[in-house]
């Protein structure tokens, strides 16, 4: 029998044949004596079901192209809060496989993989001090999955930015691997798969629809450091970086969404907020550049002002190098400044702060980044403020918000859609998010900052 890959290109080469027949018919032009029949895939070491991805991928964006279809808000629930002794974290939930499985995963700007705990997997928590259940993916499980291997574009191109892992010895239809460590010294390493995620869409004219899309993630069976602590353990992690692999690159690539996300994270103890593919509209954002070619979402600090009054600090320290910069990362929970920074910083606040009496326990949020002059703009910064992460214009805004409230956002029609404040509904089951038995007694947090970034504007 035919091997399948050659069937596919047999065919092919009959419909064109067929097509230059007719067109020559039309135009009583002589058929030429031969036909060139270029491949687009090599005809040896590819499976059939490499090659239905491959046409699939093509399919949906000439079903867009067709149907005139533009890309929608994705609109995420939030769970957790930045506060550091009730929850200290941001997550949200992504349904995953065919049937769907749901998976809490941590909200990480400061990464580009989205991940979640496979089974088997080593050193992964089976419990989670959150009050949630928590959940494994299993490929063989899903019956749209499929493996990445090292001989896919996908993962040459994840190959190129570290991201992925193939030896010089391993065969081509090796798994195509990772191991990541985060700044906390955690880590998590396993292999990459393909296979649907769910999510909701929010398109024109107030209509929204359940939608779907085919991306890569990691499948994790292997984790290490805090990710193996049930205190706050999740299932996984949810990178909204920039590189090819993050979900919102590829979702934009798919023509699925735009390429701007934003969220809105609360501040109060019960947390919570909202995060959507999509830009949030608010009159009083300001916008300052990214700095280009960097892995992570760096701004050029300037200056830091407390009390409206600015502090002399050398402003080399923020220069953004491969060993200096501003980082904004919701990955991280406190915020750390740049080494050289922090003593003026922290005399400036305390020459600020008024004397209270011993019944007042005030707690900094700002942290000294030992021995490093790099500045993380952590969850304590971030929190009770709009952010958009505007990366077809590389630039970011923000302004200060009651994340509460709803919030406005523009689809790539052009017309602006309310978003409410997502929470997760799974009408009370065991899955639900609980963080009232968390929230300790008798802690105040302060935190006192104002930072001016170069090259700013108000929209």
């Not at 602590?229 to 992690?237: E, F």
């Not at 949030?280 to 954002?285: A, C, D, F, R, S």
């Not at 007042?360 to 030992?370: E, K, P, T």
């Not at 029609?413 to 008798?442: C, H, W």
Request: hydrophobic letters at 40%.
């Amino acid at each position: 029998m035919r091997p399948p890959e050659v069937a596919v290109v047999a065919v092919a080469a009959l419909l064109l044949v067929a097509a230059a027949a007719a067109a020559a018919a039309e135009s009583a032009a002589p058929l030429p004596a031969a036909l060139r029949l270029e491949r687009a895939v090599p005809h040896k070491g590819v499976a059939l079901e490499e090659l239905r991805r491959r046409d699939a991928a093509r399919h949906r964006v000439l079903r867009r192209r067709l149907l005139g279809a533009v890309a929608g808000v994705v609109d995420f629930p939030v769970e957790g809060s930045a506060n550091p002794y009730m929850v200290g974290l941001y997550f949200t939930r992504v349904k995953l496989g065919n049937p769907a499985k749901e998976f809490f995963v941590q909200i990480d700007t400061g990464s580009d993989i989205l991940w979640v705990t496979c089974s088997p997997c080593t050193g992964c928590p089976t419990s989670s001090g959150l009050n949630i259940q928590l959940e494994s993916f299993s490929p063989d499980s899903s019956s749209t999955s499929s493996r990445i291997t090292c001989s896919d574009d996908r993962c040459t191109a994840a190959l190129q930015t570290g991201e992925a892992i193939c030896q010089t010895s391993d065969s081509p239809s090796s798994p195509c691997g990772y191991t990541f460590t985060y700044g906390d010294g955690s880590g998590t390493s396993g292999y990459y798969v393909s296979d649907t995620m769910f999510f909701e869409t929010v398109m024109g004219n107030e209509q929204t629809a359940n939608s779907s899309a085919s991306i890569v993630f990691g499948c994790s069976n292997s984790q290490s450091g805090d990710l193996t602590k049930a205190d706050r353990a999740v299932d996984g992690i949810f990178g909204f970086g920039q590189h090819q692999l993050s979900v919102v690159s590829q979702l934009n690539s798919l023509g699925v969404s735009p390429k701007v996300f934003s969220h809105c994270l609360k501040g109060s103890d019960n947390g919570g907020g909202i995060l959507v593919l999509g830009e949030i509209v608010e009159p009083g954002l300001v916008y300052s550049p990214l700095v280009p070619s960097q892995p992570h979402y760096n701004l050029n600090l300037e200056s830091i002002a407390v009390n409206g009054q600015k502090l002399s600090i050398d402003s080399s320290l923020f220069t953004t190098s491969n060993t200096q910069g501003t980082i904004v990362d919701s990955g991280t929970t406190l915020a750390y400044l740049a080494d050289g920074a922090y003593d003026p910083f922290v005399s400036a606040i305390a020459a600020a702060v008024s004397p209270s009496d011993n019944n007042v326990l005030w707690c900094i949020g700002w942290q000294r980044n030992q021995g490093q002059e790099i500045t993380i703009l952590g969850d304590l910064v971030l929190k009770d403020k709009i952010f958009v992460y505007d990366l077809a214009n590389m630039r970011m805004g923000w302004a200060d918000y009651d994340c509460s409230m709803s919030v406005n956002v523009t689809t790539s029609s052009g017309k602006n859609q309310y978003v409410n404040t997502g929470q997760f509904d799974v009408n009370g089951s065991a899955r639900r998010a609980s963080y009232e038995s968390l929230i300790p007694a008798g802690i105040v947090t302060m935190l006192v900052h104002m930072l001016i970034f170069s090259s700013s504007s108000r929209r």
